[in-house]
Structures are given as C-alpha cells and as structure tokens.
C-alpha cells in the first residue's frame, strides 16, 4: 500500500527566504506527482504535475523535483513572500489505469513572516 | 467557469439527523471525486465516479455513507444516519481523465465543514 509523507510538519521562516518542502513515498512505481496548495479554509489548488519520467517542472518561484527511485520529490520556493504561507501537499498517482488515483500526504504548514 | 461548487459551506446538525453534501463538477469534466479531510487521518478518498459510474468506493467508511451521480453536473454525498466522528471537512473534486495514460490535474471546490454534535 502507498504511503506518503512531508516533512517537515510545519515550517516557519522569514521573508526572502528560499525554502525546501520534502515528500517522500513508498513505493516508486508510480505514475506521477502533484504539489497542492490549501489556503485555511479553502479547497487545493494544483500547483505543479510531475510525469513519472520527468525529473522535474517548474512554474514561477516553484520548481518540483522528482526521484523516483529514491521515492523523493522536493517543492522549491524561491525568495519566500507572505503571500506563500499555506499548506503544501503532495500527493502521488501509482498508475494511469482508470481506477488509480491519488494518495496524499499530509503536508507541510508553511509561514512566511514579513 | 465557476469552478466546482458545493454546498453547503457549513454543516451543523446532531448525531442520528440525515446529512446529504451537494457538489456540482465543473463543466466538462468526467471525474468525480470525494474526499474528507481530519487532522488525524488527513485527505481521503471516499468514492470515485467516472463517466457517472462509481468506479473505487473502497473508501466509504461504512454503510452510513452512499454517493449518488445522477448527472455530469451533481453528485450528493449522504450520511445517514450521522455520528460525532463524521465531523470533518468534506471536499468535492473533479478533472478531466481522457484515458488510461491522462495526467490530469484535480480541481477541488471550497468543502463543506461538517460538524456533528
């Protein structure tokens, strides 16, 4: 059975700042990746997908990492702003069959303080 | 688009009370999915429908809980009847899936905070 975890749980740092967020699974025979945001309150906003034989995407100040063999991917945020502090979750489809879908982590709370 | 909608937003209700969540996919799309969300046991996925069909409902906790897709355009969500440890934040997604190899992204609507007392 897939299991995926972030870590770390929660993550404090000051504006500026470039940021690492780690999501690691168990097993690497997957079919791809997603990073989500989740505001307080809010539903997930898909932020980056990641095809299995991609080694990595990126959009603006993020850019996701993929190792499958390691059963590792990484979110980088380049120069943090306020505007960044949401939870950030990871979550990892094991095939394209129709009946395949997402596992999530639980994800990373992230503040980034003015 | 307006996104996928749901309704409603907050949920209060007591324990034994029937409890249906409404959700109504974006325009287009195929797939259907709900999830709850709890601090404990995080996002999970409760049913999947394709094409209207409930396709993975290994997730329903208990046969308190049914889903229904009548449409392409809603789908409902009851808990019948409902207990305290049903409080959670219910989350309604849907994408578009053309095929055994599509890598498509999930869109989620805002959820329904449920809370039973």
């Known amino acids: 059975k897939q299991e995926v975890t972030q870590i770390p749980a929660a993550l404090s740092v000051p504006e500026g700042e470039n940021l690492v967020l780690n999501c690691s699974f168990t097993?690497?025979?997957?079919?791809?990746l997603q990073w989500f945001r989740q505001d307080p309150g809010k539903g997930l906003t898909s932020l980056l997908l990641?095809?299995?034989?991609?080694r990595e995407q990126t959009s603006g100040r993020l850019n996701a990492s993929l190792d499958k063999s390691s059963g590792r991917s990484t979110l980088y945020i380049a120069a943090s702003q306020p505007g960044d502090s949401a939870t950030y979750l990871c979550?990892?489809?094991?095939?394209?069959?129709?009946?395949?879908?997402?596992?999530f982590g639980p994800g990373t709370r992230l503040s980034v303080l003015p | 688009d307006a996104g996928v909608i749901q309704s409603p937003r907050h949920e209060v209700t007591e324990m034994g009370q029937e409890v249906t969540l409404r959700c109504k996919p974006i325009?287009?799309?195929?797939?259907l999915f709900w999830y709850r969300q709890t601090m404990m046991r995080g996002l999970e996925l409760l049913i999947y429908?394709?094409?209207?069909?409930?396709?993975?409902d290994s997730g329903m906790p208990e046969d308190r809980f049914s889903a229904k897709m009548p449409n392409a355009s809603f789908s409902t969500l009851k808990i019948q009847p409902s207990e305290p440890r049903d409080s959670a934040v219910y989350f309604c997604?849907?994408?578009?899936?053309?095929?055994?190899?599509?890598?498509?992204?999930?869109?989620f609507g805002s959820g329904t905070q449920l809370s039973v007392l």
């Open positions: 997604a849907s994408s578009f899936r053309a095929g055994p190899t599509t890598n498509e992204k999930l869109f």
């Open positions: 097993d690497s025979a997957i079919y791809n």
């Open positions: 990641i095809q299995s034989s991609q």
């Open positions: 979550a990892v489809r094991r095939s394209g069959n129709y009946g395949q879908n997402f596992v």
């Open positions: 325009s287009g799309h195929n797939s």
């Open positions: 429908f394709n094409n209207n069909v409930p396709i993975d």
